[in-house]
């Protein structure tokens, strides 16, 4: 029976970490019979259930990735079995199991449907990073993830809920073993100057330990904190800066602030304020580097006064020279704010914002 991997513009990350755990899997772009693993996001959802529900008997769809973890009821109305959370693990397992005729009812970490109810088998530990490779170097690539986790617990987000509240860092040696792999270094990680440490104060001794190692690699090029792994504003200090002006070759940096109203970042409870991203963007401006900053648009009860105050703040940034990416806030399964009605954009914010995009201010989808 062939194995294969649904290949999508938007999943290539995840199957580059999935590749490796199944030698025997091959990436196909349109559904085969035999056994069919997706990973996918909220976004993708309803082309992904089209394509499944056109399957023919002979096929097996297994779900993953992010919206079948955090909805499996709903996935199940179309996948035979979802992998819930991380699968370096449960993937494996299940696909022998099914392979060799055996129950998937012994497999940890998934959900299935018996007699027309949702069935989840026990939840299982997360993973040591260094136990699993980033990618096969044969086969899919990505950047190297550094880190799993996050301790905080923004309402808008899946990462604590689909990988836990505690950070887990992939060992210096393994980046190493993966970074040979390349000539320009990027990384992925839920907060990059959070690396060897508890997430909430920064370990720029285990960050400074990590960079200078790779940077005594002969030709490499390293970018830290750019995308797609971008750096909470609290944690862009002097200290961390310092270490991207000696040991990396990017100038700008990527900074998560969301929201310009105070109010409505403590009832997401992001953990910052917005006089931290202030603070922030001037650091960057002193070691002359350009601060990239994300905005979301929508956050339940935001009134036209706290978009305004948000769009004072991007006008801001971008008077100073820096970059704004805006977005709308898209409710995600598992998340608090999972069946909320997005906030209207105003009109006036929205002309604001389509006067800035045109002209090359600010980049992004922020429209409903």
Request: hydrophobic share 35%; aromatic share 8%.
């Amino acid at each position: 029976m062939d194995v294969c991997f649904r290949l999508m513009q938007k999943n290539t990350y995840s199957l580059a970490a999935l590749l490796p755990l199944l030698p025997e899997g091959k990436l196909v772009k349109e559904i085969h019979e035999g056994i069919m693993i997706y990973s996918f996001a909220t976004k993708q959802k309803e082309n992904v259930f089209a394509e499944v529900d056109s399957r023919t008997s002979d096929t097996i769809c297994i779900a993953g990735g992010p919206h079948p973890s955090g909805s499996v009821g709903d996935t199940l109305e179309h996948f035979d079995l979802v992998v819930i959370g991380e699968g370096e693990e449960t993937l494996p397992h299940l696909v022998n199991t099914l392979l060799e005729g055996g129950d998937v009812s012994k497999v940890k970490g998934i959900g299935y449907k018996c007699d027309g109810k949702v069935v989840l088998t026990e939840k299982r530990d997360h993973v040591d990073l260094d136990d699993h490779p980033c990618f096969d170097p044969k086969a899919l690539r990505s950047p190297i993830e550094i880190s799993r986790g996050c301790p905080w617990n923004c309402k808008y987000c899946q990462t604590p809920r689909i990988f836990g509240h505690e950070m887990r860092h992939r060992s210096i040696d393994s980046i190493v073993s993966f970074a040979k792999y390349y000539n320009d270094l990027r990384f992925t990680s839920s907060n990059a100057f959070a690396y060897g440490g508890n997430g909430i104060q920064p370990r720029f001794d285990k960050v400074e330990a990590l960079l200078s190692k790779l940077s005594s690699i002969e030709g490499k090029n390293i970018f830290f904190g750019t995308f797609p792994s971008e750096i909470r504003p609290e944690f862009v200090t002097h200290e961390g800066l310092d270490l991207i002006d000696k040991y990396c070759s990017n100038r700008t940096i990527s900074l998560g602030a969301q929201s310009g109203s105070d109010s409505i970042l403590k009832e997401m409870l992001r953990g910052h304020t917005s006089e931290d991203v202030n603070i922030a963007v001037e650091r960057c401006f002193e070691h002359e580097i350009i601060p990239v900053v994300d905005f979301i648009f929508g956050f339940p009860n935001e009134s036209e006064e706290d978009q305004q105050r948000t769009v004072d703040q991007i006008k801001w940034i971008c008077k100073k020279g820096g970059k704004v990416r805006a977005h709308y806030l898209s409710p995600l399964p598992s998340t608090p704010y999972e069946n909320i009605v997005p906030s209207p954009i105003s009109d006036p914010v929205n002309r604001v914002l389509g006067k800035m995009a045109r002209d090359g201010k600010l980049s992004g989808s922020w429209n409903e």
